[in-house]
């Protein structure tokens, strides 16, 4: 059973978190270091952190020195990361379509959670949402993927055996949307879920920036800061003002 935000339900169960648990951490504190060091963020920067997951780049920020706020509409994450909450790491439950309520050095969108929305209006509001919560001089840090390698390089089909669950996986490009179609049968029944984020390149990224009021001053590939190449990039990585 699927509530109306494929998100509200995937994210909040144990086996989506399961499926994802071999993501690379090093990858992650790699794009910490490097994003942080070339926003050349004072080490007294305030960062939040939307949505945050499990916390994990949320601590590592704040393990490098930071102040750090993480947002996430999943109750059972924020449940999880609150353990690691200290004088200056913080974590609530957070729609990340209403508005910013304080003021914030950067803000940073990782690992693709952005386009989630059927209604363009609805990502325009996570935008302009994270808009508002810059300071003057803030900086917002969108990491999403590359939909062109994607589409160049679709694995329709696979499967994946993690902690004894058959994970079968499909691929498909359909109406705008990149979908990912996770079936399994875990605790006695079946089990599917549907991840949906949208086909957007550069230029419909550029498109939905300027109408959400944010100036990009750098587009980067990876992780490491390459320059962002459409065909083979790994990542979309926004940089805006």
């Given at each position: ?20 648990k071999h993501r690379d951490h090093d ?90 929305f059927d209604d363009d209006a609805e ?119």
């Open positions: 059973m699927e509530t109306k935000d494929w998100f509200t339900s995937w994210f909040d169960t144990s086996y989506y978190h399961t499926l994802y990858d992650a504190q790699l794009f910490m270091q490097n994003i942080t060091k070339y926003l050349e963020l004072p080490i007294d920067a305030h960062i939040a952190d939307l949505p945050c997951g499990k916390g994990r780049h949320s601590i590592y920020l704040n393990s490098l020195g930071y102040q750090v706020t993480g947002g996430d509409l999943s109750k059972n994450s924020i449940d999880h990361a609150k353990q690691f909450e200290n004088d200056r790491l913080h974590f609530e439950v957070w729609d990340m379509r209403k508005y910013l309520e304080n003021k914030y050095d950067a803000v940073f969108n990782l690992f693709t959670s952005f386009g989630y990502d325009l509001k996570v935008l302009k949402g994270m808009k508002g919560g810059l300071k003057e001089s803030g900086v917002l840090v969108l990491d999403f993927l590359n939909v062109q390698k994607i589409k160049n390089n679709l694995v329709q089909k696979e499967t994946k055996q993690i902690d004894g669950i058959t994970f079968n996986i499909e691929r498909e490009i359909k109406d705008g949307f990149i979908l990912k179609h996770i079936s399994f049968y875990a605790d006695e029944r079946d089990h599917s879920y549907t991840e949906k984020v949208k086909f957007l390149d550069l230029e419909k990224m550029k498109q939905y920036f300027k109408d959400a009021g944010l100036t990009i001053i750098n587009t980067f590939g990876d992780y490491n800061l390459n320059e962002f190449d459409q065909e083979n990039s790994s990542r979309l990585i926004l940089i805006a003002k």
